[in-house]
């Protein structure tokens, strides 16, 4: 992975974090409040997001558009993909936590 690509990875998470209400604090030892709710409705729309460009790319390419490439379509299907499967994953790990929770003896 080259620099700009860490660089432009580094400015995602620092967007997704405003987004979500998080303040970067480098010299305050007080941990930012984060509303759970927000960040999941934010990683949600996120995903919904791209899911919905790829259609479009997708819809565009398939009626002949010359402005969509097909490589830019299949990224952007690629994405959706990606993205959709790391969401598949985090709702297992809370299902799996959760029937690890209400499994614990009291």
């Known amino acids: 992975m ?3 690509a ?3 990875l580094l400015a995602q998470m620092r967007v997704a974090a405003q987004a979500a ?3 970067e604090t480098a010299t305050s030892s007080q941990t930012p409040k984060v ?5 999941l409705k934010g990683s949600l729309d996120g995903v919904a997001k ?4 790829s259609e ?3 819809k565009a390419f398939v009626m002949g ?3 969509v490439s097909l490589s830019d379509t299949m990224i952007a299907m690629q994405k959706a993909g990606i993205n959709f499967q ?3 994953q985090v709702r297992n790990k809370f299902i799996q936590a959760y029937n690890d929770i209400m499994n614990m003896q009291v």
Do not use: K, L, W
């Open 21 to 23: 209400g998080i303040r």
């Open 65 to 67: 558009d010359d402005r």
């Open 6 to 8: 860490v660089d432009s």
């Open 56 to 58: 479009t790319m997708q």
């Open 50 to 53: 791209v899911q919905e460009t």
């Open 35 to 39: 509303n759970f709710s927000n960040v």
């Open 86 to 88: 790391a969401t598949v």
């Open 2 to 4: 080259n620099t700009s």
